[in-house]
């Protein structure tokens, strides 16, 4: 595991419902780590790290348990593709895994009415004491899941989805690979941009080399200037070591809840994250 920091400063959460009246907790632990360790499912496989989270939190809360093929179909994981033009390799690669919005999607299929969930934004920065916010969550019998941009964290190659099973003070607990994430760590990877660094030297071995398809891709590939990025490196009038391009993942944490329950009525009726003023 890496180590954790301490916990950074920050602004009171908007609480729980349910949480309002009483004294917040500051931590709480649905599985211990040995517990989780020993419950907890890996991912089999290139880009199912969503699915695999989705089967952690029906584990998590006791619910039938899907087999992994159905759970990928269900938050319809995209894979990379190779030996494609640049345009395709580039595209496939803004979108390879799955979004948070399709694991909530995924989880209404799989676990049919069984199960509420919500998708909160950590981008742009809120005003939220992360701590207290996951702990409010678990204490209730939630279940969560981050999605969390791992470049800015620890300079790994994708974004990802990892279910939380416990935070505390000494940071937050996930699965997936079974560790603990200091705040400021865990920070980087909530508070990010939808943008994705793909290694330049992957980019410029595709063929064909259709650069300028890039831009009409959309309005983000265009606002990246994607094209300019991929055109000055094939010239070697740039020498980055990336090549930056949208992504179709949001930084933030998905909650869930048993449906019919007070809880899910919480996670139904919660403000959004406020927006740091000046942001």
Same mark, same amino acid.
């Given at each position: 595991?890496?180590?954790?920091?301490?916990?950074? +400063?920050?602004?009171?959460?908007?609480?729980?419902?349910?949480?309002?009246? *009483? =004294?917040? /907790?500051?931590?709480?632990?649905?599985?211990?780590?040995?517990?989780?360790?020993?419950?907890?499912?890996?991912?089999?496989?290139?880009?199912?790290?969503?699915?695999?989270?989705?089967?952690?939190? @029906?584990?998590?809360?006791?619910?039938?348990?899907?087999?992994?093929?159905?759970?990928?179909?269900? +938050?319809?994981?995209?894979? #990379?593709?190779?030996?494609?033009? +640049?345009? %395709?390799?580039?595209?496939?690669?803004?979108?390879?895994?799955?979004?948070?919005?399709?694991?909530?999607?995924?989880?209404?299929?799989?676990?049919?009415?069984?199960?509420?969930?919500?998708?909160?934004?950590?981008?742009?920065?809120?005003?939220?004491?992360?701590? #207290?916010?996951?702990?409010?969550?678990?204490?209730?019998?939630?279940?969560?899941?981050?999605?969390?941009?791992?470049?800015?964290?620890?300079?790994?190659?994708?974004?990802?989805?990892? *279910?939380?099973?416990?935070?505390?003070?000494?940071?937050?607990?996930?699965?997936?690979?079974?560790?603990?994430?200091?705040?400021?760590?865990?920070? @980087?990877?909530?508070?990010?941009?939808?943008?994705?660094?793909?290694?330049?030297?992957?980019?410029?071995?595709?063929? /064909?080399?259709?650069? =300028?398809?890039?831009?009409? *891709?959309? =309005?983000?590939?265009? #606002?990246?200037?994607?094209? #300019?990025?991929?055109?000055?490196?094939?010239?070697?009038?740039?020498? %980055? %070591?990336?090549?930056?391009?949208?992504?179709?993942?949001?930084?933030?944490?998905?909650?869930?809840?048993?449906?019919?329950?007070? %809880?899910?009525?919480?996670?139904?009726?919660?403000?959004? @994250?406020?927006?740091?003023?000046?942001?």
């Amino acid at each position: 595991s890496r180590v954790a920091h301490a916990s950074s +400063v920050a602004l009171p959460a908007a609480l729980p419902a349910s949480s309002a009246a *009483m =004294e917040e /907790p500051s931590e709480f632990f649905t599985w211990s780590e040995t517990e989780a360790t020993r419950l907890a499912f890996s991912q089999s496989g290139a880009s199912i790290c969503g699915a695999t989270a989705l089967l952690n939190v @029906l584990s998590a809360l006791k619910l039938p348990i899907p087999d992994i093929r159905d759970a990928d179909r269900a +938050v319809k994981t995209n894979a #990379r593709k190779c030996n494609v033009s +640049v345009s %395709e390799y580039l595209a496939a690669r803004s979108v390879a895994g799955t979004t948070a919005e399709a694991i909530v999607e995924g989880c209404a299929v799989v676990a049919d009415k069984a199960l509420a969930s919500r998708f909160f934004d950590f981008y742009p920065p809120r005003e939220v004491d992360l701590q #207290r916010w996951l702990a409010g969550w678990l204490a209730q019998g939630c279940s969560a899941v981050g999605t969390i941009n791992t470049q800015r964290m620890y300079g790994a190659d994708y974004w990802h989805h990892q *279910m939380i099973h416990g935070v505390s003070s000494k940071g937050v607990f996930v699965t997936n690979g079974v560790e603990v994430l200091g705040f400021r760590e865990i920070e @980087l990877g909530l508070v990010s941009p939808s943008e994705l660094l793909i290694r330049a030297s992957d980019a410029l071995g595709c063929r /064909p080399f259709d650069a =300028e398809a890039c831009d009409a *891709m959309g =309005e983000a590939w265009a #606002r990246l200037g994607v094209a #300019r990025q991929l055109l000055e490196l094939q010239s070697g009038a740039s020498q %980055e %070591e990336f090549v930056r391009i949208p992504a179709a993942y949001k930084g933030g944490i998905t909650i869930f809840a048993k449906a019919g329950t007070p %809880e899910a009525e919480n996670l139904r009726s919660a403000p959004e @994250l406020p927006v740091q003023s000046g942001t």
